[in-house]
DNA sequence: AAGAGAGGCAACCGCAACGAT
DNA sequence: CATCGTTGCGGTTGCCTCTCT
């Protein structure tokens, strides 16, 4: 069909963002918000396209963004959304406030998915590895799927985590909740954190059982700070304590920088951080089209 | 002390969904 | 209703750093 490239190609940096580009980026979000991420960079004299500018300050940039490890209840929150959601990390992050979804990707990846297997336990389905002909490792499931899918009920994909998982497909032991849970509000998240009744996944329950992760019930559990972007209705509360401020904030100390970190709450009324910046905005996120038509 | 290998993380790519026209 | 444009998402890649030999 011929997509149209999000952006010319030509002339446009790639790789790893310099201190000076965030700076632009930084400064430029916050003083018009975005409408359209496509013409940010050209706005905000960048030589990125759109995506790399989404991305960046996404992933990256966003004043509300924890940084760090995740920390035990995080992670173990992580298995068990897993465990209902499969790879589906945008949905998985908005319960982790402050967290990307690729950040958790990665953790998942690197981390997690190693621990799990290591404890026997398969970090697609959650069960145990016990009857899987192959080899623990997963790596060398990679070409090789089970022959013949022992239970229907594990009748997930193939290779999930190498293919393209089927977006819709409930694949695991998620009851579908596509069809009707979109529209729910997200639960608190700290009802989320708030101890499981019972611990859903054999991988979050091992887990947590686990010597590795510990601390997992009792009293700890307020990891999850309240002070969620994607659940705005989340009370500011006192735990604004995810405002620690990511490394690329030297921004705003810089002499030049954009501004500095404490102006933060004057700018975004009503809590300052750990909402999206831009909610503060009237009307909610950018608007006014003023400075953009 | 130097080199090799492994691991971790940031960023890119391509597809799908959604909204506007 | 169909088409086009934009955004969001998940998978993958490549670079950088750390650890081990």
Not at 107 to 133: C, F, S, Y
Not at 192 to 219: E, H, W, Y
């Amino acid at each position: 069909m011929g997509r149209q490239p999000c952006c010319d190609k030509v002339g446009v940096k790639k790789g790893p963002w310099t201190a000076e580009e965030d700076q632009k980026l930084v400064g430029f979000l916050l003083t018009h918000g975005h409408c359209c991420w496509r013409i940010v960079p050209k706005l905000a004299g960048l030589l990125r396209c759109g995506k790399s500018c989404r991305l960046r300050w996404t992933n990256y940039l966003r004043p509300d963004l924890k940084r760090g490890v995740l920390s035990d209840d995080e992670e173990r929150l992580v298995i068990d959304l897993h465990g209902q959601l499969g790879n589906r990390w945008s949905k998985i992050a908005a319960r982790l406030p402050g967290r990307t979804d690729n950040e958790i990707k990665n953790h998942w990846n690197t981390h997690i998915r190693k621990k799990l297997l290591r404890m026997g336990i398969d970090p697609v389905t959650h069960l145990p590895l016990q009857e899987a002909p192959a080899p623990p490792p997963q790596e060398q499931q990679e070409d090789q799927p089970p022959p013949a899918p022992p239970q229907q009920q594990q009748q997930q994909p193939p290779q999930p985590q190498e293919h393209h998982q089927p977006r819709n497909d409930s694949g695991l032991m998620l009851q579908d909740d596509d069809a009707g849970e979109e529209d729910l509000p997200m639960f608190q998240p700290h009802e989320v954190a708030t101890a499981p009744p019972a611990p859903p996944t054999a991988a979050a329950a091992a887990v947590s059982n686990c010597g590795s992760v510990s601390s997992a019930s009792a009293g700890s559990v307020s990891v999850v700070s309240p002070s969620c972007s994607s659940s705005a209705s989340a009370p500011a509360a006192s735990g604004v304590e995810a405002t620690e401020w990511p490394e690329p904030m030297y921004l705003f100390g810089m002499d030049d920088g954009i501004i500095d970190a404490g102006s933060w709450d004057g700018l975004f009324p009503g809590g300052g951080m750990g909402v999206d910046p831009f909610d503060g905005y009237p009307g909610g996120g950018f608007d006014q089209d003023d400075d953009w038509l």
